[in-house]
């Protein structure tokens, strides 16, 4: 009967020991793969609300008539490229995060209508990193100086 009973005791305790090695191993496996690509996703989706709220930055900024570097530089960032078109104001912008394995990035054109004002609108659309100013300013950082000049 001792020894039936001392048998049992083993058999339960060594299957408790690889239960708890296995789930062990299960957070480990968790701790190194899954939660800095969860970490990472989050940062990719803070990049595209950063890029999405910059376009009602640049419209409140441009209320007041005169749009300055150092309004630009507070709402997008130091990585964009300015040009004046017919009838907007055109903002390259780049957004970057850096991840793990390599940077991810977003390059967004800001239209901003003309002239500039309180019925000033501002429209968002993504651009390929591989275009014009997307790709120069992804191969760089660029500081643009914060200045009360205007963009203009």
């Not at 996703?41 to 150092?70: C, H, P, Q, W």
Request: hydrophobic share 45%.
């Amino acid at each position: 009967m001792r020894k039936t009973t001392s048998r049992s005791l083993i058999l339960s305790v060594g299957l408790v020991l690889v239960a708890a090695l296995a789930m062990f191993g299960m957070f480990l496996w968790w701790l190194t793969v899954e939660w800095p690509e969860g970490g990472e996703r989050a940062e990719v989706n803070n990049m595209i609300l950063r890029s999405t709220a910059a376009s009602e930055d640049l419209k409140a900024a441009a209320e007041d008539g005169e749009l300055t570097v150092r309004e630009v530089n507070k709402a997008i960032g130091f990585r964009w490229a300015a040009e004046r078109m017919h009838g907007s104001l055109d903002i390259v912008a780049y957004f970057s995060v850096e991840a793990a394995k390599e940077e991810t990035g977003l390059c967004i054109l800001y239209k901003i209508s003309l002239p500039l004002g309180s019925t000033t609108s501002v429209t968002r659309m993504e651009l390929p990193k591989e275009r014009g100013n997307c790709q120069e300013l992804s191969t760089k950082y660029v500081r643009s100086p914060d200045s009360d000049a205007s963009v203009l």
